[in-house]
């Protein structure tokens, strides 16, 4: 809302001398902010309380400052209403329409204009100058927040009634070219055989008045805040009256509204009303009364509010107040109803009229700190390791466009395609809630490649939406997850040397040091994992389950490179990473060590050469598990040290030699060479004898 | 010429030879030269015998002096000889330290997690315990149980993501804010004190552009207690703002409106801009909103069965991602949200 200062300091006088920034800072301190200063604080623009509609208009405004800093309260003129027999047959049938009153009055054939000072509020607020009919309304609803309207009286046919709307029925809204279709049951104002207006939303343009009306009527009512703003959201027509209206109007006003508008245009132009004003409704002042305890006030507030001070603070707010006894009881002001219920919203007018920042703050005695959770120093280690790997973290959304998914290489009917979608999404992009976090790590792929952006390494803690019915909200389970992609060289490139490409091993090694950070054992499992939605997304010889005291609790892999060419990624093979956040939140295991030994374990080495997709860990797990007699060496650890990748035979597939590394510890017993020896010699047979008719053979020990 | 003369004369020659700074192999053979067996030394002692009786010992007492000196500058040589090799060595390995480092470069937080993880410290060190929630939520949480009955205006302060009613009875959305969670927290009935920290991603259907989002993030607390005023909230919010902008920071509180929280207060923090004076920023207020708050309304209380005549709370939230964006200095805060891994890199390298 825009306003004129000039305009407010006529409505309230100011106990004393006020400045312009003085007063725009008294505006900020009551709740009403000023967004806007201009024309050297001549004009400004309010961001108003949604709850307060009494604030929409200058009276509301002033009296907020007068409760606040005292001074006069000085309203403008208004004609005498005369309750009477109606100028034409009314009837209000729906309780929606809380008050209405209508007066029938003629205007001049010369339509003259109101005086400028009395447009100012009109102009200040941006609205043109119409005429001065429809000036003097608008001038009224800005001024005392009572809409008003005026109908011509020669287009309305018999009488005028307030009722709900009937299946197939339209109106034509004002500043409208075509009928609108009207939801039945909207408030509407209709004479016999048409409708005026949509209560308290807009007038209809076969009944607007003209610079050719010469008898008009007067609308002056209130109606029911909902019924509005469901006639109003209907429609999608906004108002500054259904605005008002909206918010709750004051039932009280709607004669002072009508007299304002009759002085306006009897004193400036020479209308004149014709017979007496009819007045119809269901509304009845409801006399709500609170009682405030001053201790309790005092208390809450933290400060002492003394009776006296109460009545004055509420009294210069517009409400009826008296002691009794120790307390205070209050009678609600009829255009308060809709936002005073409770004490509490009392506590809050006298914390406004002394000022919020003129009360004291106090600091609890119960404000000892705590530990962070569980799951907060758990995803600060994870987040450390994966800082530490070069990754950055990134927000994504929460939901997709159908567009975004399409390319996935699953059939209609797989769970990849199946969603949460969003009813009313403004933009396409949000129609989806993400099941999957793979597509918008691509995403983020691409988007770096296409910024020239070379490494990528990127993670996020998000969640994922998947559709069940058997869920507790009927919809879907949330699953936390935490995902990362990495892309483009495994190091960041320099002059020094050139990196290969960050591959599924590296993405390996980071889910190894989330587990030694997290002292946790995860392990792999090379091939599919159908227990993740986006197994199939991956690639089929590329991608391995992660899993923690044998539960799967994550995959990791290389992007399928048809779906990674079907998003506009080229020359690079990303590598996603996808671990259930659950699984992070374990509680870490207690640490625990062991010295190490005294005497450095024996160390050997052996080399097999396997054929394709014969797994290296096959046969270090074979190692690991061979029984060695007691009294002779037993493995402690074995680790690949190496693997060189043979030439493909022509129309065949390259064979690998892998190197292990074997140790035996010396301690407690200590072994000879020729133990050791002996001992290697047993495992080579070990292998032979598992392996061998895969075609793994020894290639060389050392 | 007298033996004592050549040896003097050697003397000369070996100091001629250790000014042209031999190298320490060099060095060695003039040790065999001059001291060695067949040096002109070596050759004047032999001949000692050949003197009178009388003169042997100032003969041999010179010869040995004139071995000593040898002996002493060949030391002094071999020592500089070393230096200027050492030297040498050390220039021929001189490293270009103009050239950029090759470390391993650790990535970064995003900036709206770090201010997160800021003000979530901040809040445990006033004893607020972080409870996450759902973000599909039903009506009930985020609207009703809130104060915001179908139909009140205060519903269109936060355009709602609806979703597939075709699938469910009953509202289900996207929670438009995180007090879903005081909400939640409440319904589980627990005994007093409560003080839990909520935040995390909120959602509201409006169009997009550089400064409006439709996922952005959201942090708040609350705390329901006997006995918590008004000005309990205002020394809590003090505390929080200068755990999060200093101890000397400047602030304000004005009356704002909140369904669930009556009365209701924003916070202002003087703009860390322009420091007050007015600049865009801050649209020329001199002055930020950055918090909004209230006491819990007693309708929430009884909602969840707490009297309100026995139990009173307050709550606080604001908006992570408006202080994020205020604190790396990106007015559009829909770059923050496009994965442009450029500019997370620029905000973590810029000095």
Redesign the interface.
Same mark, same amino acid.
Request: proline fraction near 6%; aromatic fraction near 6%; charge should be negative.
């Given at each position: 809302m825009k306003i004129a200062s000039e305009h407010l300091l006529r409505w309230w006088t100011s106990p004393g001398p006020i400045t312009r920034t003085a007063l725009a800072q008294l505006l900020d301190d009551v709740g009403i902010e000023v967004k806007r200063s201009e024309e050297g604080g001549t004009l400004l623009s309010l961001e108003l309380l949604a709850n307060r509609g009494d604030h929409r208009c200058y009276l509301g405004i002033a009296r907020e400052l007068h409760g606040r800093m005292g001074g006069t309260l000085v309203l403008p003129t208004c004609d005498p209403v005369v309750v009477g027999a109606a100028p034409v047959p009314l009837s209000v049938l729906s309780p929606l329409c809380l008050r209405y009153c209508l007066t029938a009055l003629t205007l001049p054939e010369t339509p003259g204009a109101l005086d400028e000072a009395d447009l100012l509020p009109v102009l200040a607020a941006g609205l043109s100058s119409v005429s001065a009919a429809v000036d003097a309304t608008n001038i009224t609803n800005l001024e005392f927040g009572q809409p008003t309207h005026l109908f011509d009286a020669d287009t309305v046919v018999g009488g005028v009634t307030v009722r709900e709307s009937r299946a197939g029925e339209t109106c034509r809204p004002l500043f409208s070219t075509r009928d609108v279709s009207l939801p039945v049951g909207t408030l509407v104002i209709a004479d016999d055989v048409k409708v005026l207006a949509v209560a308290g939303v807009i007038g209809c343009e076969e009944s607007k008045v003209t610079n050719g009306t010469r008898r008009a009527l007067l609308e002056s009512a209130t109606f029911d805040p909902v019924a509005v703003r469901k006639a109003s959201r209907a429609l999608g027509i906004h108002t500054d009256a259904s605005a008002r209206f909206e918010r709750g109007a004051d039932p009280s006003l709607v004669e002072v509204g009508a007299g304002r508008v009759l002085y306006l245009l009897r004193s400036r132009v020479g209308a004149e009303v014709v017979g007496e004003t009819a007045l119809e409704g269901s509304w009845v002042n409801p006399q709500r009364t609170l009682v405030l305890d001053p201790e309790r006030v005092s208390h809450t507030l933290g400060r002492r509010f003394p009776v006296q001070e109460i009545l004055s603070r509420l009294c210069r707010l517009g409400f009826d107040c008296w002691q009794r006894g120790s307390e205070v009881e209050i009678e609600v002001p009829p255009g308060r109803t809709w936002d005073i219920h409770h004490v509490e919203d009392l506590y809050e007018e006298l914390a406004r009229s002394v000022g919020y920042n003129d009360l004291p703050a106090t600091l609890p005695s119960d404000t000892l700190g705590v530990s962070p959770t569980p799951g907060q120093e758990s995803r600060e280690r994870v987040e450390e390791v994966l800082l530490g790997a070069g990754f950055y973290e990134v927000i994504t959304n929460g939901f997709y466009s159908r567009e975004l998914i399409d390319p996935l290489p699953v059939p209609q009917g797989h769970a990849l395609r199946s969603h949460v979608s969003t009813e009313n999404a403004l933009d396409r992009a949000f129609s989806l809630l993400k099941n999957n976090t793979l597509v918008q790590a691509l995403d983020t792929v691409a988007q770096a490649l296409r910024y020239g952006q070379q490494e990528v390494r990127a993670y996020e803690y998000s969640r994922v939406f998947l559709p069940d019915p058997t869920a507790p909200n009927g919809l879907c389970r949330e699953r936390q997850v935490l995902w990362a992609v990495s892309a483009g060289p495994a190091r960041a490139p320099s002059w020094q040397d050139k990196s290969g490409a960050a591959d599924v091993w590296l993405m390996r090694g980071l889910v190894e040091e989330l587990a030694a950070e997290l002292r946790q054992v995860f392990s792999f499992r090379p091939g599919p994992v159908p227990e993740m939605l986006v197994s199939d997304l991956l690639h089929p010889a590329r991608r391995a389950a992660i899993l923690h005291e044998g539960q799967v609790v994550g995959i990791l892999g290389e992007i399928e490179p048809d779906l990674v060419a079907a998003y506009g990624v080229k020359r690079q093979r990303p590598i996603y990473l996808e671990i259930n956040v659950e699984v992070l939140l374990i509680s870490t295991r207690s640490q625990s060590a062991t010295l190490p030994p005294a005497r450095p374990p024996s160390v050997r080495s052996l080399a097999f050469t396997l054929p394709h997709r014969v797994e290296a860990e096959g046969v270090a797990q074979s190692l690991r598990t061979a029984a060695a007699p007691a009294g002779k060496p037993r493995l402690s650890r074995v680790e690949v040290a190496d693997l060189f990748v043979h030439e493909a035979p022509d129309g065949g597939l390259a064979s690998r030699t892998v190197t292990y590394t074997l140790n035996f510890p010396q301690e407690p017993t200590s072994f000879s060479e020729e133990q050791i020896n002996a001992a290697v010699f047993e495992l080579v047979g070990v292998v032979e004898r598992r392996w061998g008719a895969a075609g793994v053979h020894l290639r060389g020990a050392i | 010429m007298t033996p004592l003369d050549e040896t003097r004369e050697a003397l000369a020659a070996l100091e001629d030879a250790v000014n042209a700074q031999p190298s320490l192999g060099e060095l060695d053979e003039l040790r065999r030269k001059f001291l060695g067996k067949t040096s002109v030394v070596k050759g004047a002692l032999k001949r000692v015998r050949e003197l009178p009786a009388d003169e042997r010992p100032a003969f041999a007492a010179e010869v040995n002096r004139i071995a000593a000196v040898m002996e002493e500058r060949l030391q002094t040589a071999a020592v500089a000889s070393a230096e200027r090799a050492r030297a040498a060595r050390l220039n021929a390995e001189w490293a270009d330290l103009s050239?950029?480092g090759?470390g391993?470069?650790?990535? /970064?937080?995003?900036p709206? =997690?770090v201010v997160e993880r800021r003000c979530?410290a901040v809040l445990?060190?006033?004893?607020?315990?972080?409870v996450?929630g759902?973000?599909?939520e039903?009506e009930f949480h985020n609207f009703d149980a809130l104060n915001i009955p179908k139909?009140h205006?205060?519903r269109?302060?936060q355009d =709602?993501?609806?979703?597939?009613?075709k699938?469910?009875?009953?509202g289900?959305l996207?929670r438009s804010h995180t007090t879903t969670v005081q909400a939640r927290v409440l319904g589980e009935g627990r005994s007093l004190?409560i003080?839990v920290a909520s935040a995390g991603?909120v959602?509201r259907?409006?169009?997009?552009d550089a400064t409006h989002l439709?996922?952005f +993030?959201q942090l708040e607390g609350f705390?329901v207690?006997r006995g918590?005023? #008004?000005?309990?909230l205002?020394?809590?919010?003090?505390?929080v703002v200068r755990g999060l902008y200093g101890a000397d920071s400047r602030f304000? #509180?004005?009356?704002? #409106?909140y369904?669930y929280t009556?009365?209701?207060?924003g916070m202002d923090l003087a703009c860390t801009t322009c420091e007050g004076a007015g600049c865009p920023a801050c +649209?020329? /207020?001199g002055w930020v909103t950055i918090i909004g708050a209230g006491?819990v309304?007693?309708n929430v209380l009884t909602t969840f069965g707490y009297d309100p005549e026995e139990v009173?709370g307050f709550a606080f939230g604001w908006g992570t991602t408006r202080m994020a964006s205020q604190l790396v200095g990106v007015a559009k805060v829909k770059a923050?949200?496009?994965?442009?891994?450029?500019l997370? +890199?620029s905000i +973590?390298r810029s000095a």
């Amino acid at each position: 809302m825009k306003i004129a200062s000039e305009h407010l300091l006529r409505w309230w006088t100011s106990p004393g001398p006020i400045t312009r920034t003085a007063l725009a800072q008294l505006l900020d301190d009551v709740g009403i902010e000023v967004k806007r200063s201009e024309e050297g604080g001549t004009l400004l623009s309010l961001e108003l309380l949604a709850n307060r509609g009494d604030h929409r208009c200058y009276l509301g405004i002033a009296r907020e400052l007068h409760g606040r800093m005292g001074g006069t309260l000085v309203l403008p003129t208004c004609d005498p209403v005369v309750v009477g027999a109606a100028p034409v047959p009314l009837s209000v049938l729906s309780p929606l329409c809380l008050r209405y009153c209508l007066t029938a009055l003629t205007l001049p054939e010369t339509p003259g204009a109101l005086d400028e000072a009395d447009l100012l509020p009109v102009l200040a607020a941006g609205l043109s100058s119409v005429s001065a009919a429809v000036d003097a309304t608008n001038i009224t609803n800005l001024e005392f927040g009572q809409p008003t309207h005026l109908f011509d009286a020669d287009t309305v046919v018999g009488g005028v009634t307030v009722r709900e709307s009937r299946a197939g029925e339209t109106c034509r809204p004002l500043f409208s070219t075509r009928d609108v279709s009207l939801p039945v049951g909207t408030l509407v104002i209709a004479d016999d055989v048409k409708v005026l207006a949509v209560a308290g939303v807009i007038g209809c343009e076969e009944s607007k008045v003209t610079n050719g009306t010469r008898r008009a009527l007067l609308e002056s009512a209130t109606f029911d805040p909902v019924a509005v703003r469901k006639a109003s959201r209907a429609l999608g027509i906004h108002t500054d009256a259904s605005a008002r209206f909206e918010r709750g109007a004051d039932p009280s006003l709607v004669e002072v509204g009508a007299g304002r508008v009759l002085y306006l245009l009897r004193s400036r132009v020479g209308a004149e009303v014709v017979g007496e004003t009819a007045l119809e409704g269901s509304w009845v002042n409801p006399q709500r009364t609170l009682v405030l305890d001053p201790e309790r006030v005092s208390h809450t507030l933290g400060r002492r509010f003394p009776v006296q001070e109460i009545l004055s603070r509420l009294c210069r707010l517009g409400f009826d107040c008296w002691q009794r006894g120790s307390e205070v009881e209050i009678e609600v002001p009829p255009g308060r109803t809709w936002d005073i219920h409770h004490v509490e919203d009392l506590y809050e007018e006298l914390a406004r009229s002394v000022g919020y920042n003129d009360l004291p703050a106090t600091l609890p005695s119960d404000t000892l700190g705590v530990s962070p959770t569980p799951g907060q120093e758990s995803r600060e280690r994870v987040e450390e390791v994966l800082l530490g790997a070069g990754f950055y973290e990134v927000i994504t959304n929460g939901f997709y466009s159908r567009e975004l998914i399409d390319p996935l290489p699953v059939p209609q009917g797989h769970a990849l395609r199946s969603h949460v979608s969003t009813e009313n999404a403004l933009d396409r992009a949000f129609s989806l809630l993400k099941n999957n976090t793979l597509v918008q790590a691509l995403d983020t792929v691409a988007q770096a490649l296409r910024y020239g952006q070379q490494e990528v390494r990127a993670y996020e803690y998000s969640r994922v939406f998947l559709p069940d019915p058997t869920a507790p909200n009927g919809l879907c389970r949330e699953r936390q997850v935490l995902w990362a992609v990495s892309a483009g060289p495994a190091r960041a490139p320099s002059w020094q040397d050139k990196s290969g490409a960050a591959d599924v091993w590296l993405m390996r090694g980071l889910v190894e040091e989330l587990a030694a950070e997290l002292r946790q054992v995860f392990s792999f499992r090379p091939g599919p994992v159908p227990e993740m939605l986006v197994s199939d997304l991956l690639h089929p010889a590329r991608r391995a389950a992660i899993l923690h005291e044998g539960q799967v609790v994550g995959i990791l892999g290389e992007i399928e490179p048809d779906l990674v060419a079907a998003y506009g990624v080229k020359r690079q093979r990303p590598i996603y990473l996808e671990i259930n956040v659950e699984v992070l939140l374990i509680s870490t295991r207690s640490q625990s060590a062991t010295l190490p030994p005294a005497r450095p374990p024996s160390v050997r080495s052996l080399a097999f050469t396997l054929p394709h997709r014969v797994e290296a860990e096959g046969v270090a797990q074979s190692l690991r598990t061979a029984a060695a007699p007691a009294g002779k060496p037993r493995l402690s650890r074995v680790e690949v040290a190496d693997l060189f990748v043979h030439e493909a035979p022509d129309g065949g597939l390259a064979s690998r030699t892998v190197t292990y590394t074997l140790n035996f510890p010396q301690e407690p017993t200590s072994f000879s060479e020729e133990q050791i020896n002996a001992a290697v010699f047993e495992l080579v047979g070990v292998v032979e004898r598992r392996w061998g008719a895969a075609g793994v053979h020894l290639r060389g020990a050392i | 010429m007298t033996p004592l003369d050549e040896t003097r004369e050697a003397l000369a020659a070996l100091e001629d030879a250790v000014n042209a700074q031999p190298s320490l192999g060099e060095l060695d053979e003039l040790r065999r030269k001059f001291l060695g067996k067949t040096s002109v030394v070596k050759g004047a002692l032999k001949r000692v015998r050949e003197l009178p009786a009388d003169e042997r010992p100032a003969f041999a007492a010179e010869v040995n002096r004139i071995a000593a000196v040898m002996e002493e500058r060949l030391q002094t040589a071999a020592v500089a000889s070393a230096e200027r090799a050492r030297a040498a060595r050390l220039n021929a390995e001189w490293a270009d330290l103009s050239l950029p480092g090759t470390g391993p470069r650790r990535g /970064a937080r995003h900036p709206v =997690t770090v201010v997160e993880r800021r003000c979530l410290a901040v809040l445990r060190n006033l004893g607020f315990t972080l409870v996450d929630g759902p973000e599909v939520e039903d009506e009930f949480h985020n609207f009703d149980a809130l104060n915001i009955p179908k139909h009140h205006p205060a519903r269109d302060m936060q355009d =709602t993501f609806w979703l597939d009613s075709k699938r469910v009875a009953g509202g289900l959305l996207l929670r438009s804010h995180t007090t879903t969670v005081q909400a939640r927290v409440l319904g589980e009935g627990r005994s007093l004190p409560i003080k839990v920290a909520s935040a995390g991603r909120v959602y509201r259907n409006e169009a997009v552009d550089a400064t409006h989002l439709a996922m952005f +993030h959201q942090l708040e607390g609350f705390w329901v207690d006997r006995g918590l005023r #008004f000005s309990d909230l205002k020394g809590v919010l003090a505390e929080v703002v200068r755990g999060l902008y200093g101890a000397d920071s400047r602030f304000r #509180f004005k009356p704002k #409106f909140y369904p669930y929280t009556e009365p209701s207060l924003g916070m202002d923090l003087a703009c860390t801009t322009c420091e007050g004076a007015g600049c865009p920023a801050c +649209h020329g /207020a001199g002055w930020v909103t950055i918090i909004g708050a209230g006491m819990v309304h007693r309708n929430v209380l009884t909602t969840f069965g707490y009297d309100p005549e026995e139990v009173s709370g307050f709550a606080f939230g604001w908006g992570t991602t408006r202080m994020a964006s205020q604190l790396v200095g990106v007015a559009k805060v829909k770059a923050l949200y496009d994965q442009d891994l450029r500019l997370l +890199h620029s905000i +973590h390298r810029s000095a």
